[in-house]
């Protein structure tokens, strides 16, 4: 669950601001981008775990309404429900996450729910439930031939077995810093840092908020710009990012203009507030 606090600025270190509001609204990358994928109209699953309160009740009925599938979603009654405290100002956001009943989620409940992945034509995975279970739904769909796209955050180093299961991985630039262990100080350092990923890693869609996304074509690198709009809320702009790239790719679309939809999909998502009222339909993406 997103606790949203709307304030016209971000507080320094030590610092007590008085906010403007307090929201609560249904959020999560990985229920955030289920909704985006449904939204989109996809057939979408969700494998995950929320506790035994309110929260938990108001998430499942919202990914309901949207007609996700949520039998292999499990209740637990030995913890909370995950949520992510959102610092929100005009144009920015920042977030701490408690996983709760994300952390509790074991590559045993994976695998109980294989057939899900085995029969999906993608795999959109982030990393709020502990790798070993993030390994193994990768591993499931890499045996079954299903194409991955990785959304790396919270942002962990990650080992090298994982990402060799997976065929994208979508950072934004803090993220590939830390994924990468290098800076860049401009674009040439970074198309030689993305060079150097993908010549051991999964293809990079490297995300830039209000830039647009960043991806080699042919080596060389290629920014896909995001149009200019009336900003309202960014909080979900990366996950409505991810649900359009992978809705685009298992619909058979070439990677650039998956990544042209996606471009798309993140800008038309921050004109609103909420992560998943956000998210934008399909109809908007003609």
């Known amino acids: 669950m ?19 509001e307090l929201h609560t609204i249904p959020g999560g990358k990985g229920a955030n981008q289920a909704v985006g994928c449904a939204k989109l109209g996809a057939q979408v699953a969700m494998i995950g775990a929320v506790g035994q309160d309110n929260f938990g009740d108001v998430l499942l009925a919202q990914m309901t309404a949207h007609g996700i599938h949520t039998e292999a979603i499990v209740r637990r009654d030995d913890c909370s429900t995950g949520t992510a405290t959102i610092l929100h100002t005009f144009n920015d956001n920042c977030i701490v996450i408690v996983s709760g009943a994300n952390g509790k989620v074991t590559p045993e409940q994976v695998h109980q729910h294989a057939q899900l992945i085995q029969e999906a034509d993608a795999l959109l995975v982030q ?56 800076t860049y100080a401009n674009e040439s350092e970074l198309q030689g840092g993305m060079q150097q990923w993908e010549m051991t890693g999964p293809r990079l869609l490297l995300t830039r908020g209000e830039k647009g996304v960043a991806m080699l074509v042919a080596g060389s690198l290629t920014t896909i710009p995001a149009p200019r709009v009336q900003v309202v809320d960014t909080t979900g702009a990366g996950d409505a990012c991810n649900a359009a790239f992978t809705v685009a790719l298992a619909r058979g679309e070439e990677v650039l203009e998956a990544a042209t939809i996606a471009v798309k999909a993140a800008s038309l998502s921050v004109t609103r507030f909420g992560a998943q009222a956000g998210m934008p339909l399909l109809a908007e993406l003609s």
């Open 2 to 20: 997103d606790l949203v606090v709307s304030m016209s600025r971000m507080p320094k270190i030590g610092e007590t601001l008085q906010g403007d």
């Open 127 to 182: 990393l709020e439930i502990p790798l070993p279970a993030v390994q193994a739904a990768l591993e499931i769909a890499r045996e079954a031939g299903v194409r991955t796209v990785l959304n790396p955050a919270p942002a962990v180093k990650l080992p090298a077995e994982l990402l060799q299961l997976v065929d994208f991985i979508t950072p934004n630039e803090t993220e590939f810093e830390l994924l990468s262990g290098a």
